[in-house]
C-alpha cells in the first residue's frame, strides 16, 4: 500500500502562549523533502527575540501549572496521547516525509511509541508519591517533589515525533512549563501537535521555537530565565550546550551519539534453526533502517571462527533489503534525512575505502528513478575492516555496517567498548554464561541480549562515557525534572 505526504501550509509560526505566532524579524527558512528534495512549508528562522518571547510566555504559566495536581496533568497527557493516536497517519506520513523514513517504521514504530510515552508518565506520575516518617516524636521530615519551572528542550531530527515524546511528556508530568526546539530538518510533527493539543494547556505552558542551533538553540539554552536544559543531539553540539548552560549553573540531561557494537559469539550457529535467522535479522536490520538511530548497531562483531559462513548470510539478508520509495508500505529502508548527511555518509564510506577496508556491498548513493532520483538515498554498506579505522570510531548516522572478527570473550570486550561512545550494544549467544558476563563487561547504558532496537517508557534509556548521562524512560526520568524538598517540622 503507499501513502502520500500530507498537505502542507506554505508556512508555519512558532507556537508561543497558546498561539501561532510570526517570527519577530520576519525570517523563515525553507524545509526540504528528503523524498524527493520537494518543499514542503517553510518555518520561522528565530532568533534569541523570538525566545526570550517564549520563555516569558512559560515564566508566566509556571506557577499555575505547576500547583496543578497530579491527577490533572495525567487527565491532560492521556488527551495528548489520544490526539496522536487519533492522528496517526498524518503523523506518520508528516515524519516520512520530512525525515525520509520509511512509512512502516513510523506508522508501526515511532508514533504509537510517541502514544505509549505519554500515557507511560501520564500513568506513573499518579502512582508517585512523596514521602513523611518521624524523626522522632516531635519533628517529622516530609519529603515533597517540585517542578523545576521552565524547560529548554533541544531535540534532532531523527525521530521527530518519538524524541519529542521522550522529553516533553515527563517535563509535563512532573509540572513544568517547556519551550521545545525541534530540529530544523524535521520541524511539522511538533508543529502539527502544538495545533492539535492547544485547546488541551493553558497558555505557556508548552512552546515551539523553530529555526536554526546556533540562532535558536544557544539562545534558549543560554538564558538564565529557564531552569534546565534537556538535549538530545551530536556530542559536539553536547559540549556547547554544556557551556551554555554552565554559566547559569543550570542542570542538563545530555543524550548523545553512538557507536554500538553488535557481537555473536559462535554458538549461534549450533543450529540451523529459527533463532539463528533472527541473529542475521538481528545484524541486519537495525543497521539499515537508513542507520540514522543513536543506538544503531553499526560495529558488527563476529567470532572468527563462524565468520564466513555468518557474514555471508548477513551480506545475502542486506542484498534482499527493500529500498526505495518511504511512502510505499514494503519499503525498508528509505531516503537519509537530508542533503547534508547523504554528503557525510558518501565521505565516510570513502574515508573506509582509503583506510583500506573492503566494501563487502554496497559503497555508493542508491540512484532512483522519477520523483525520487533528486532525493537523498545510499545503498546500505558493509565494510570489513578493524576497529581502529575511523569508519569503526566515528559516528557516520547512515546505513554503512563496519565488521570485523574477534577470537574469544576477552578480545569481544575490549572491542565492544573501544570507543568513545557507550550508549547501546548487542549480544547474540545461545551460552548462559555469556548471556550475562557479556553485557555486564559491556560499557553501555542499553545492551540487548538476543535482541535489538526496542524502547519501551518503561525501560530506562542513556549513554555511558561520550554518550551522555541522564536517563530517559521509566520513572526514574521524573527525577530529571524536579526536585525535591525535605522539610523538618518540629511540632
Ligand atoms: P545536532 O547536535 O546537530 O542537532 C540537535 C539539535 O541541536 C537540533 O535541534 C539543532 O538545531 C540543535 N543545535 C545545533 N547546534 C546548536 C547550538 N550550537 N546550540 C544549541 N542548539 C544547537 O544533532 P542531529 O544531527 O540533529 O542528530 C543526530 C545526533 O543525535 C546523532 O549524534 C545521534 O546519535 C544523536 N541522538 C542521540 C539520541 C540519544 O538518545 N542518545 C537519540 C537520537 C539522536
Redesign the pocket.
Known amino acids: 500500500m503507499s501513502y502520500s505526504a500530507p498537505k502542507f501550509e506554505e508556512k508555519y509560526g512558532n507556537f508561543i502562549n497558546g498561539k501561532f505566532q510570526d517570527p519577530i524579524d520576519g525570517q523563515y527558512f525553507e524545509n526540504h523533502s528528503p523524498v524527493n528534495n520537494k518543499l514542503l512549508a517553510k518555518y520561522p528562522r528565530s532568533n534569541e527575540k523570538d525566545v526570550k518571547s517564549a520563555i516569558e510566555a512559560a515564566n508566566n504559566a509556571k506557577h499555575e501549572w505547576g500547583n496543578t495536581s497530579a491527577a490533572e496533568r495525567a487527565s491532560i497527557l492521556h488527551k495528548i496521547a489520544d490526539v496522536i493516536q487519533d492522528n496517526l497517519e498524518t503523523f506518520a506520513q508528516m515524519e516520512t516525509a520530512d525525515n525520509g523514513k520509511s512509512i512502516r517504521e513510523t506508522m508501526k514504530a515511532d508514533v504509537p511509541l510517541a502514544v505509549d510515552h505519554f500515557r507511560y508518565f501520564a500513568s506513573v506520575i499518579r502512582a508517585e508519591e512523596g514521602s513523611a516518617t518521624e524523626l522522632n516524636e516531635n519533628t517529622l521530615s516530609l519529603i515533597i517533589n517540585e517542578p523545576l519551572g521552565v524547560v529548554a528542550q ?6 521527530p515525533l518519538l ?1 519529542l515524546a521522550w522529553k516533553v511528556a515527563p517535563a509535563l508530568a512532573s509540572g513544568n512549563c517547556v519551550i521545545l ?5 524535521t520541524p511539522a510533527s511538533a508543529t502539527f501537535l502544538a495545533e492539535k493539543i492547544a485547546h488541551l494547556l493553558p497558555p505557556g505552558v508548552f512552546n515551539v521555537i523553530h529555526g ?3 540562532e535558536a ?2 539562545p ?2 543560554s538564558s538564565p530565565h529557564v531552569d534546565k536544559v534537556a ?5 559536539t ?1 553536547g559540549q ?2 554544556m557551556q ?1 548552560a554552565s554559566k547559569n549553573l543550570h542542570p542538563v540531561t545530555m ?4 557507536k554500538s557494537p553488535n557481537v555473536f559469539f559462535s554458538s549461534i550457529m549450533d543450529k540451523d534453526d529459527e533463532f539463528l535467522d533472527k541473529c542475521i535479522e538481528g545484524a541486519v536490520l537495525f543497521a539499515f533502517n537508513q542507520g540514522e538511530v ?1 543506538t544503531a548497531p553499526s560495529r558488527l562483531l563476529i567470532q572468527e571462527d563462524i565468520y564466513d559462513e555468518f557474514i555471508k548470510r548477513v551480506i545475502e539478508r542486506t542484498e534482499a533489503i527493500k529500498m526505495g520509495d518511504p511512502f510505499d508500505d514494503s519499503t525498508m529502508m528509505g531516503a537519509q534525512a537530508s542533503s547534508d548527511q547523504h554528503k557525510k555518509i558518501l565521505e565516510y564510506i570513502k574515508i573506509g575505502k582509503d583506510e583500506g577496508a573492503e566494501v563487502l556491498t554496497g559503497g555508493g548513493a542508491a540512484e532512483l528513478d522519477g520523483d525520487l532520483g533528486d532525493g537523498f538515498y545510499i545503498q546500505p554498506t558493509i565494510l570489513k575492516g578493524h576497529n581502529k579505522m575511523r569508519v569503526f570510531q566515528e ?1 557516520i ?1 547512515g546505513p554503512v555496517l563496519a565488521v570485523c572478527t574477534f577470537k574469544d570473550e576477552a578480545e569481544a570486550i575490549e572491542i565492544a567498548n573501544d570507543t568513545m561512545y557507550g ?1 547501546g550494544a548487542g549480544v547474540w549467544t545461545r551460552d548462559a554464561h555469556q548471556l550475562y558476563q557479556i553485557p555486564r563487561a559491556i560499557k553501555a547504558g542499553r545492551v540487548w541480549v538476543n535482541c535489538y532496537h526496542d524502547y519501551p517508557a518503561h525501560a530506562p ?3 555511558y562515557k561520550k ?2 548521562f541522564g536517563r ?1 524512560n521509566h520513572l526514574m526520568m521524573l527525577n530529571h525534572y524536579r526536585q525535591s524538598k525535605n522539610m523538618l517540622i518540629s511540632y
Not at 231 to 235: D, L, R
Not at 255 to 258: D, S
Request: aromatic letters at 16%; hydrophobic letters at 40%; one cysteine or more.
Open positions: 533541544i531535540i534532532p531530527w531523527n525521530f524524541m526546539k525541534p530540529a530544523e530538518q536554526f542551533g546556533p538553540g544557544k534558549l539554552a538535549f538530545t543531539g551530536e556530542t553540539t556547547l550546550i551554555y543524550e548523545l551519539g553512538g543513536c559516528e548516522f550508549l534509556f542513556g549513554g554518550s551522555g530517559e
